[in-house]
Each structure stands twice: as structure tokens, then as C-alpha cells.
């Protein structure tokens, strides 16, 4: 645990090297990175890091804002710039954090990322309701359940055509989520004002853009538009037969994709 802006935060290090920042997505904590964590770490020093009341992480009552924590956890290690991982809700909290202090963060490298401003598609909002429709917001269990068809199984693939014990493992982590999100509702969390959306040009460092094939349309027309307006943005290649957690369900292609760019 590391003090950070007045909460602490739960984080593991490993490696030395230049560094690399590690940041889950909004169903999941740091464990998510399981299979970047020794890749990285042999030329990297990786910090892995569970957001402010997501994993083992502290929720003081105060004010804050994810990407203000995620540089505040910079300055606590003794780091001036780093390269920062994201993946879903972590690569968002990532480009904010890329804004708002860009003499921080000497790279980028974004999975399956929304950006702080974008609405989603009307096709996006209809498929929400058809694979998990009306829960009970407090039923975490049913909750998570249609999150991980939603984002992890995705749109055009059935829960049978994935690993069950990443559906298994998707699950546990996202029930956790929802409570960490249920308390931060009570919180007031900051945001970056004006948002990402419109600013994607202000992204001067290198930016890597990857998603898997089977996450949503909308992701992947996002991760096209990020790759296009940042100046120095690069898109990977969709992966095939992966949804929204690809670090998570085909680490191989990513730690390669992230190796060769953090190079």
C-alpha cells in the first residue's frame, strides 16, 4: 500500500527499467495484468495498481479524481515519467491523465478504450439491454454475470465459445467492482474538464491502440478515431476471438504488441 492524495492504494513492483503503469479496467482490479506482470518486468519496472476503491484499495470520503491519483502515485515512487497501460475504464483514466499532465507519461498503450466525453451508439445501448436488461443494481452476482456477456463474451460470440475460467475469474473481479462502484457513487470523482473526447490531438506522446475483434463496434470505431487523431498513434491489428479484456484472454499478441512499442 502507497499513500496517495490522502488514500492509500494497493500496488505491486516488480522489474527495473524504465517504467510502465499498469490500469484495470472498471470490471476488474490489478489482477487483471496477470500475464503482462513477468513479460514486462524483464526489461520494464512495472507498477500495477488497483484505482481508489477498486481491489485492496482505500475510498476516503474526499473528493479526488483517478487520473489526479495515478500521477500523485508517480510522484510517491519517485517517478517523473512513466508509460502508462490501460485497459477499458483504466485506458481512459490513462488518456485523462495524459491530458492533464503530459510531461508525465512518455507513452501510451490503450485496450479496448473508451475516452472521458464519448456517448455511446444507439446500437450500443439497445445490445445493453438485450444481454443484461434490467438488473437489480445491488444483486451483484446477477449484475456481474450480464457484464462478463456483455463485455468479456461480447456481441457476436456465446459464453461457450470462452474459456469458462476466464468468464469464472471476469465474474469475481466484477462483483467486486460493483461494490467499489456502488461506494463511489456516494464520492465525489472529478473529471477532466474538457473532456478527452475532443482532444485527441493533444496526445503528443506515441499512443498504441489495440481491441479484440469481438468487443463492441463502438470500441473499435473509438480505438480507429484515438489511432487517427493522435499524432503519433499506431493501430494494432484486431485480435481475433477476444473481447473486451484482451491483456486478460490472449496476453501473447499484447505483451508482444507492448514489448515491441515500450522498445
Known sequence: MIEVNGARLAYDEIGSGSPVVLVHAGIADRRMWRGQVDALAARHRVIVVDLRGYGDSELPPAPFAHHD?????????????????????????????????????????????????????EETEQLWEELVGDVD??????????????????PTRKPADVDPELISFAEEMDRRALAAELALSAVEVGELDPPAIDRLSELRMPVL??????????IRRLADRIAAEAPLGTRLPDVPDAGHLLPLERPEPVNAALLDFLA
Do not use: H, K, M, Q
Open 69 to 121: 491519483d495515478l500521477v500523485a502515485l508517480l510522484d510517491a515512487l519517485g517517478i517523473d515519467r512513466a508509460a502508462l497501460v490501460g485497459c477499458s475504464f483504466g485506458g481512459r483514466v490513462a488518456v485523462d491523465a495524459a491530458l492533464a499532465y503530459p510531461e508525465r507519461v512518455s507513452a501510451l498503450a490503450l485496450f479496448g478504450a473508451p475516452v472521458s466525453g464519448n456517448e455511446w451508439s
Open 137 to 154: 443494481p445491488e444483486d451483484f452476482a446477477a449484475t456481474a454475470a450480464g457484464e462478463v456477456r456483455f463485455w468479456v463474451v461480447g
Open 209 to 218: 491502440v489495440g481491441t479484440g475483434a469481438d468487443d463492441l463496434a463502438d
